[in-house]
């Protein structure tokens, strides 16, 4: 498994990351096999959000961890907040709370990683900064980011925020590419040339955020993999895999992968067969003829 380093923060990660939202569905056992799945194929990042299974994933997880063969030390953790029941709460006493229950599920001291999940329209900039200063100067986060937020909202934030964001997790997978659309697509009439993320992939790369992809073998007909919607983006992939010697959920990921960004896809499935078969993405570098025809298959044109 090839690593990055996460941000400006000097911490090298997996560039594959476990996505746990969907641990509440196992029991301990269970979990302990993906667990143990993920960590033999390379990843040592395991990412989730105190809304998951509203918390049951994150209780599950801690269980999971204490009969594992590794260790809370050999791993890194992140967690989001700031989704409440019918609306969004970036005050400073939500976010101080929500890490503190964070922290009680997963029975850890600190979290590697700590996100704001979805932008706040009421944010206060000025409480983001207390909570993550309180947080920070307690020893329970060491780094901080956000997730979907656009390059305004995280220049907002910056402005009284002192430390770094070093994460934006954002949705992008081959099958919901605006963000790449809108740079393939400048100056055309074309729908795809709309931004509707402002920048958001170039603004990253500039200022050393790594983008964190989710759901990254989904679209809007579902997961794409063997999905008849998408004949023609199928095709390509079982071609590929043949030509790649891998498989087509690799592909998938690798085809993120490749991505001069250095993106940490976070996966989301719970089966450990998929798990191993996504994980080996890390070990394929697709060229760029390749990139741009699955790209194209995917129902992504060119101008």
């Not at 809304?51 to 594992?68: D, H, M, V």
């Not at 050393?208 to 794409?224: E, L, M």
């Not at 060229?287 to 992504?300: C, F, K, T, V």
């Amino acid at each position: 498994m090839k690593t990055i380093q996460l941000g400006k923060t000097g911490v090298n990660v997996s560039e594959v990351a476990l996505g746990c939202m969907r641990m509440n569905d196992l029991n301990t056992q269970q979990a302990v096999g993906v667990l143990e799945t993920a960590y033999q194929a390379g990843i040592n990042f395991y990412d989730h959000a105190d809304i998951y299974g509203k918390g049951a994933s994150e209780e599950i997880f801690a269980r999971a961890l204490k009969t594992a063969s590794f260790s809370r030390e050999d791993i890194v953790l992140q967690s989001k907040a700031g989704i409440r029941s019918g609306y969004y709460d970036f005050s400073r006493q939500h976010l101080t709370d929500s890490v503190d229950g964070i922290l009680k599920r997963l029975d850890t001291d600190y979290l590697d990683t700590f996100l704001l999940h979805r932008p706040d329209a009421l944010v206060e900039p000025e409480e983001v900064a207390q909570a993550f200063d309180d947080l920070h100067k307690a020893g329970k986060v060491k780094h901080f980011g956000v997730s979907n937020h656009s390059p305004y909202q995280i220049e907002l934030l910056k402005k009284h925020v002192r430390q770094s964001i070093s994460v934006n997790q954002l949705q992008l997978s081959v099958t919901h590419t605006g963000m790449i659309d809108a740079g393939v697509q400048v100056n055309t009439k074309e729908a795809q040339s709309v931004d509707h993320d402002r920048g958001i992939l170039d603004y990253c790369r500039l200022h050393d955020i790594t983008i964190q992809p989710w759901s990254p073998v989904q679209g809007p007909k579902g997961i794409f993999l063997d999905n008849p919607a998408y004949p023609e983006l199928n095709t390509e992939l079982k071609r590929l895999a043949a030509k790649y010697d891998t498989n087509p959920e690799a592909l998938a990921i690798a085809w993120l992968l490749r991505h001069p960004a250095q993106m940490q896809v976070v996966l989301g499935t719970m089966n450990p067969e998929r798990l191993e078969n996504y994980a080996s993405a890390s070990d394929i570098t697709i060229s760029r003829e390749d990139w741009y025809s699955i790209y194209r298959q995917a129902g992504n044109p060119l101008p």
